[in-house]
């Protein structure tokens, strides 16, 4: 497979050879990183990708989630090329985010304000740092195995083992942090404990998209609790937003949390991301809030007119047609497919996942796989953190995948409205 990987690409091969000059791991995110080397793409459109040799790939990473329209859908590419040939930075105020941020109210329940940042790290930064000033209170709690970003808040805990010291933040920065595994008592332990709980941040998608679910009914319970005990809840839609439903999770939940975070799809495929919610929190950032409680939030590029322009039109295809539902829909036949295509040629290992997405796990007996769509495969906590417990099968799966033509996200899918039978055939073969 390594070989074979290798002799499909020479030019990847050497560009890589003058990235290790340049950048750490010649990478510029951790996920990127790829033994023997990483792919470089050239082109992209709907749901294919070239590579600078000529390889074609079904895409899977979806600009980790950001394309749930496919890449370089027309009207968004349209909407930018017309927005870069006006202006790309206003110095200023401009419509387009008045119209973004109407289109968010508009979509997610509970956004009565909106404020743009850069990225999604940004957005779990702001709204981490607004629950602390509007509570008065130090602490927050975040759940083992959830991702919200790279800043000091919330490195912690990404993967296990959970209790790991994070390299470069303090420890009293950290042990600001309290980790709680998923489970409402444990939450509550914390809860009930600690008088200096400011607010507890979660992707309602389950750990890292959706990789390990949450219990049934865990939404609402932990909604609940934080009413109960005056938390503030953050609901981290960075992936979910736009994806599980125009309204994202909250909206199938029928919750409204306190805060929400969101990026990816926001963004229509550009940098950006924001944080939505009571007004009465976000309103802390507002030149009319009293001066001694006033937090300061500034960004070169918040709310930046191509992110906007690319944005705006990308919610309105969200907010008017079946995006959400025909990308799900395809996701549940790409996880059934897999599951029978397992079963017939007994390999171990399933397919499952919510929504959109498409997890995938080789080398595993699955006590309750079933020839079809599985949401919760029944394997523990740690093997589904980790996608199974053979690592060195699960990394060559993955080269083996790119060397057929198809390109998965560590082993998981982000399914877009665009992907076609036809991908699926191919994925399916390969
Ligand atoms: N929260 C969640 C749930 C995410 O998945 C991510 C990114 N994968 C982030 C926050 C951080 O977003 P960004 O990469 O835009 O900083």
Redesign the pocket.
């Known amino acids: 497979v390594v070989d074979r990987y290798i002799q499909q690409r020479p030019r990847s091969a050497e560009i890589y050879q003058r990235a290790v000059e340049d950048l750490p791991d010649g990478v510029t995110h951790d996920k990127r990183f790829m033994t023997p080397f990483p792919t470089y793409i050239q082109r992209a459109k709907g749901s294919r990708k070239w590579d600078v040799d000529g390889n074609e790939y079904v895409d899977y990473v979806m600009g ?2 950001a394309l749930l329209l496919g890449h370089c859908h027309p009207e968004v590419t349209q909407a930018v090329v017309e927005q870069v040939q006006k202006f790309t930075h206003p110095g200023g105020s401009h419509e387009l985010e008045v119209e973004w941020a109407e289109l968010v109210k508009s979509l997610i329940p509970s956004a009565e304000k909106v404020r743009f940042t850069s ?6 930064h702001m709204a981490i740092r607004l629950a602390r000033a509007y509570t008065g209170r130090k602490k927050i709690v975040k759940l083992e195995g959830h ?4 800043h000091d808040g919330v490195a912690k805990a990404q993967t296990p083992p959970y209790d790991r010291k994070t390299p470069g933040i303090p420890d009293e920065i950290s042990e600001l942090t309290l980790v709680s595994p998923a489970k409402l008592e444990s939450i509550e332990k914390i809860f009930s404990s600690d008088r200096d709980i400011a607010a507890i941040i979660f ?1 309602p998608s389950g750990a890292s ?1 959706g990789t390990v679910p949450l219990p049934e009914g865990f939404v609402q319970g932990l909604k609940d609790l934080s009413d109960r005990y005056g938390v503030l809840l953050i609901c ?1 839609e ?2 979910t937003g736009f994806r599980w439903s125009p309204g994202g999770v909250q909206a199938l939940a029928g919750i409204k949390p306190d805060l929400t ?1 969101l ?2 799809i926001l963004a229509g495929g550009f940098p950006g ?1 924001a944080v939505a919610g009571r007004a009465d929190i976000l309103d802390l950032i507002s030149h009319a809030s009293d001066p001694a409680k006033r937090i300061v939030h500034q960004g070169t590029f918040n709310a930046n007119p191509v992110s906007a322009a690319a944005g705006v039109e990308c919610l309105k295809i969200v907010g008017s047609s079946d995006v959400c539902q025909q990308a799900a829909s395809k996701a549940a036949v790409l996880r059934s497919r897999l599951n029978e295509k397992f079963e017939d040629l007994q390999i171990p290992g399933c397919a499952y996942g919510e929504s959109s997405i498409c997890h995938i796990i080789i080398g595993e007996e699955v006590p309750n796989r079933v020839r079809g769509d599985l949401q919760r495969p029944d394997l523990p906590e740690d093997v589904l953190r980790t996608k199974g417990t053979n690592q060195q099968l699960m990394w060559l799966f993955d080269l083996a995948m790119m060397n057929e033509g198809v390109d998965l996200f560590s082993g998981s899918a982000f399914v877009s409205s665009y992907h076609t039978d036809e991908d699926i055939d191919l994925t399916i073969d390969a």
């Open positions: 980790h989630g990225s999604g790290t940004e957005a779990t991702f919200h970003g790279w992707e998209y981290d960075v992936v975070t990026a990816k991301g």
